[in-house]
């Protein structure tokens, strides 16, 4: 089995593959303050509740956007299968199906390349990802597999949190569609403001980057596919049509199939 670890900024997701299926998912909240025998110890924990057969882990592949945790995690790893993890960076990208343009590949975010990985290899021709994160990133790829562009902006949780900490009288309030975009109160108006205004970032910015991405490949506008991952997606899955599929496990579906690729 594979164990597969995506650390982002407010969460580590953690996903033991059985072949191309997940058998188990935790999720945990990122600390850097917290040493590698203390993930060890939770996820130990976790495997434990979970009758996992840590005997049958034998390999491991990582994805960090929080650079501080990659060395607690090859602790994690190393104790766990008794090697290091296959760590997601720019050094494997010419042996992945999707690519990226200098000087991008020593930015990007190892968890985008996954997306844009795992997006590529189900539709094979043009797609917009879009990830729901504590950032909220869109990823734009072209028929050929290459990355051309990415946008990213505060998430639906970031601007709320940032709002309600930066103000004096403005509470935070549950992440749900108003009646009306006419708010009434204070939650009603927050409400109007942060959903129903990120439905119109997010389908706006959605049809910039597919006629933007259509100029400059010279292709149709209305075949790019759009697909969007991360935990906050389903908030607007009501009332947008904008996304032509939802699929909450694509970071974890491309961190699996990077590992296939580096390891063949």
Known sequence: MLLAFDIGNTNIKTALFDGEE????????????????????????????????????????????????????????????????????????????????????????????CDAVAAWCIYEEACIIVDFGTALSFIAVADDGMIEGIAISPGIGTALKSLYMNTA??????????????????????????????????????????NDLALKRHCNASRIHVIATGGLN???????????????ELTLTGLRKIYEFVSQ
Do not use: C
């Not at 882990?57 to 090697?83: A, C, E, H, Y």
């Open 234 to 248: 389903s908030m607007l899955q009501p009332i947008t049509d904008i996304f032509e599929r939802v699929d909450k």
């Open 22 to 113: 997940i058998r188990q998912e935790w999720r945990l909240s990122t600390d850097i303050t917290r040493t590698g025998d203390e993930y060890f110890s939770m996820l130990s924990s976790l495997f434990h509740h979970a009758e996992v057969d840590v005997s049958l882990i034998k390999s491991s592949v990582l994805s960090s956007v929080v650079p501080p945790l990659i060395g607690p995690f090859i602790t994690v790893t190393q104790r766990l299968t008794g090697k290091k993890p296959l760590i997601v960076s720019p050094s494997m990208y010419r042996k992945l199906p999707v690519g990226v343009p200098q000087p991008v590949e020593h930015e990007i975010g190892t968890d985008l390349l």
């Open 169 to 210: 009288q403005l509470p935070s309030v549950p992440l749900e569609v108003p009646a009306s975009s006419l708010g009434m109160n204070t939650v009603e108006s927050i409400q109007a403001g942060i959903v129903l205004g990120y439905k119109s970032l997010v389908e706006g910015l959605i049809n910039r980057m597919k």
